[in-house]
Nanobody
Framework: QVQLAESGGGSVQAGGSLKLSCAAS????????MAWYRQAPGKQRELVAR???????TYADSVQGRFTISEGAAKNAVDLEMDNLKPEDTGVYFC??????????????????????WGQGTQVTVSP
């Protein structure tokens, strides 16, 4: 049995960055693949990024060039750096690991990206 512990996530405005981290049970050997999936409300779960054997990476077209998946500092850990976030990146992000051909998932973490907006402005006057 593989247990996954995820951290990170939260809320950010469009254009911002977030980092997700996931660590599998450190005593577990034989994890060949780790990945991040996400699921938006009313949509199917989709692959975001995958790292295989610690070297080969795959990205969804929608995040290519903005997200980076990499091995974490600890054994059987993976990070997901998310830059230039867009509102369409909003969803629940799930960490995934494949151990001896068996898939494992964590409970997921919410990532919310809101559209930036300008306020009406405030006059500032500086007198000499």
């Amino acid at each position: 049995q593989v247990q996954l512990a995820e951290s990170g996530g939260g809320s950010v405005q469009a254009g911002g960055s977030l980092k997700l981290s996931c660590a599998a049970s450190t005593r577990i050997l034989g994890i060949s693949e780790m990945a991040w999936y996400r699921q938006a409300p009313g949509k199917q779960r989709e692959l975001v990024a995958r790292i295989f054997e610690g070297l080969q990476t795959t990205y969804a077209d929608s995040v290519q060039g903005r997200f980076t998946i990499s091995e974490g500092a600890a054994k059987n850990a993976v990070d997901l750096e998310m830059d230039n976030l867009k509102p369409e990146d909003t969803g629940v992000y799930f960490c995934y690991a494949r151990h001896l051909g068996v898939p494992f998932w964590d409970q997921g973490t919410q990532v919310t990206v809101s559209s930036g907006s300008w306020g009406q402005g405030t006059q500032v006057t500086v007198s000499p």
